[in-house]
């Protein structure tokens, strides 16, 4: 009564009162002080006072449009990020902040699907006639945001730009084994081996395959980085450096009806514990990131559905072997004894983490060697005589660089006190996620680094060949800088070797080597969690979520 009592006080017209209360709440929303469900709980409540009571009066019809475009304003989806993004070009594209903004905008020829399986997507169909040759075609109803169409020449371009050595792509790896790219027509694109990959199928379906307009390419540059033109459901709208992404809809999608919301929105929420709070609110509408502590509470929470799956990846922390001290063989089996891993992960991570044998590979994945290669024990007397044997007996000051994740950081205080057993004065670099990726493509760092890698594709070797090979050091993903030739030519051999059984065993034999080099520590392989507003549908968690477009098929439940 009181609210519609002073609306015809203060105005002769109900409903422009109305739309005056609505605009209200959409200026609230739009500054980030109130959330899209109390927005639309406003929006109920303003409308169960609009009309008088007593009266079936209502306001005249004119007046109730822009009712409507509020609400349809606020269709919005909003992920929260772990840290900033380096950037919104595929070929740059390799950290998982990145990808889940990068996958919304630009698409690959194919894509896995939730068994990581390949399936179809900017290519219609594919086919390899021979050990050496794949040959794509095109769809010819896609389009870009800028609105030229898809044609070969642009997956040229495309490709072209990962292959420069000038762009510095993290992902130009995956190309190593290809010979020729050529277009035959508009709608056909050959690619020719040097020779036989196990690996190179699943290449069209990460971002080293996303196809950008190559107008766009020749336009901008480096810059593109910051313009970017792709093929997905969402189109770029603006990045605010810290702050957020925003991307609209892409009104000229291929995929008739997709994608559902008006807007996609990636907010930078570095600390563990404010996502959370996001989810609860519902700030947020999903995260890939929770705190480890935190997991049972977000699974309670009413409002939330939440995925999970044993992902293709693990946590480790790298040791720079080419440089001193941990070019020494000694000091890194000395670092690894003095660690009582399995111990620091069980007070740290309550509910999800899996404790991590010494190989890379988990045990989920075909050829892990995780069975075969038990977690190294702890046993600091080991670690002593290592240490009394190695170049540095006395010891020697390192950093250990991280990111703000809150098990990270964990991990990092307690190797902190650990080492200094040994006579190792460990300094923790805590620094934001996107300057950690600086570091991860820089390589440039002494020391120690915590590394998280999760498989580009669903086979052992993406989680060897890019890691451990010595030719793919920084800025490529061999963050610490190993070589070994046995190793190198092991993996070699898996690489062209299309045999399942002998792949297997150069792969199991190549994780044994690497397990006795120590390179790194193994941390853990981590449980992915994927907490989503229940009232949002269409996305379904696999193995290899960091290349997934997740937005495409999202609808409000």
């Given at each position: 009564m009181r609210a519609d009592r002073c609306a015809s006080q203060s105005d002769p017209d109900p409903g422009r009162a109305l739309d005056h209360r609505l605009a209200a709440y959409f200026s609230e929303i739009t500054r980030g002080r109130v959330t899209r469900r109390q927005f639309l709980g406003g929006v109920a409540g303003t409308l169960a006072l609009a009309?008088?009571?007593?009266?079936?009066?209502?306001?005249?019809?004119?007046?109730?449009?822009?009712?409507?475009?509020?609400?349809?304003?606020?269709?919005?989806?909003?992920?929260?990020?772990?840290?900033?993004?380096?950037?919104?070009?595929?070929?740059?594209?390799?950290?998982?902040?990145?990808?889940a903004v990068v996958s919304q905008i630009s698409e690959g020829l194919l894509m896995f699907d939730r068994k990581g399986g390949l399936q179809p997507l900017l290519a219609e169909r594919w086919e390899q006639p021979d050990a050496l040759t794949y040959v794509y075609h095109l769809r010819d109803d896609v389009t870009f945001h800028d609105g030229t169409t898809m044609t070969s020449a642009d997956v040229l371009a495309s490709i072209a730009r990962v292959r420069d050595p000038a762009t510095a792509s993290p992902v130009a790896w995956m190309y190593d084994a290809a010979d020729t790219v050529e277009a035959a027509d508009d709608r056909t694109v050959t690619i020719t081996l040097k020779s036989p990959s196990a690996l190179f199928r699943y290449v069209p379906a990460v971002s080293a395959g996303y196809v950008v307009s190559k107008a766009a390419v020749e336009k901008y540059g480096p810059d593109l980085t910051r313009h970017p033109v792709?093929?997905?459901?969402?189109?770029?709208?603006?990045?605010?450096?810290?702050?957020?992404?925003?991307?609209?809809?892409?009104?000229?999608?291929?995929?008739?009806?997709?994608?559902?919301?008006?807007?996609?929105?990636?907010?930078?929420?570095?600390?563990?514990?404010?996502?959370?709070?996001?989810?609860?609110?519902?700030?947020?509408?999903?995260?890939?990131?929770?705190?480890?502590?935190?997991?049972?509470?977000?699974?309670?929470?009413?409002?939330?559905?939440?995925?999970?799956i044993v992902s293709f990846s693990s946590h480790t922390i790298a040791m720079r072997t080419d440089r001193p001290p941990f070019d020494?063989?000694?000091?890194?089996?000395?670092?690894?004894?003095?660690?009582?891993?399995?111990?620091?992960?069980?007070?740290?991570?309550?509910?999800?983490?899996?404790?991590?044998?010494?190989?890379?590979?988990?045990?989920?994945?075909?050829?892990?060697?995780?069975?075969?290669?038990?977690?190294?024990p702890f046993d600091l007397a080991t670690a002593k005589q290592l240490m009394a044997e190695s170049s540095h007996p006395q010891g020697f000051a390192t950093t250990l660089v991280t990111a703000p994740i809150e098990e990270w950081v964990a991990i990092s205080v307690y190797a902190q006190e650990a080492l200094k057993e040994l006579g190792i004065e460990l300094s923790v670099d805590m620094r934001t996620w996107e300057e950690v990726v600086t570091v991860y493509q820089g390589g440039d760092y002494d020391g120690m680094v915590y590394f998280g890698w999760s498989a580009d594709f669903p086979d052992a070797s993406a989680m060897l060949l890019p890691l451990f090979h010595s030719k793919n050091v920084p800025p490529q993903p061999n963050i610490s800088y190993y070589a070994n030739p046995k190793v190198d030519a092991l993996l070699d051999a898996s690489e062209t070797e299309l045999d399942p059984e002998k792949r297997q065993a150069a792969l199991v034999e190549a994780q044994k080597l690497i397990a006795a080099d120590m390179p790194v520590l193994w941390i853990e392989y981590p449980v992915q969690f994927w907490p989503m507003n229940a009232a949002i549908t269409g996305y379904e968690l696999s193995p290899l979520w960091a290349w997934d477009c997740f937005t495409r098929d999202l609808q409000p439940a």
């Open positions: 009309a008088p009571v007593g009266s079936l009066a209502a306001p005249a019809a004119p007046s109730f449009l822009p009712v409507r475009s509020l609400i349809q304003s606020v269709n919005t989806f909003t992920y929260g990020l772990e840290g900033d993004i380096v950037g919104l070009e595929p070929a740059l594209a390799y950290d998982t902040a990145t990808l792709g093929t997905g459901p969402y189109r770029f709208a603006r990045w605010d450096a810290g702050s957020q992404v925003v991307l609209e809809k892409n009104p000229t999608y291929w995929q008739p009806g997709k994608p559902s919301f008006d807007r996609a929105i990636f907010k930078v929420v570095q600390d563990g514990t404010t996502r959370v709070t996001g989810l609860k609110t519902g700030e947020l509408d999903a995260t890939a990131v929770i705190p480890a502590d935190q997991i049972a509470t977000v699974k309670s929470l009413p409002n939330l559905a939440v995925q999970q020494d063989p000694k000091v890194r089996a000395a670092v690894s004894h003095a660690l009582d891993v399995a111990s620091a992960i069980a007070s740290v991570v309550k509910e999800g983490g899996v404790q991590s044998a010494a190989t890379t590979v988990p045990p989920n994945m075909p050829g892990s060697a995780a069975e075969a290669l038990p977690p190294l």
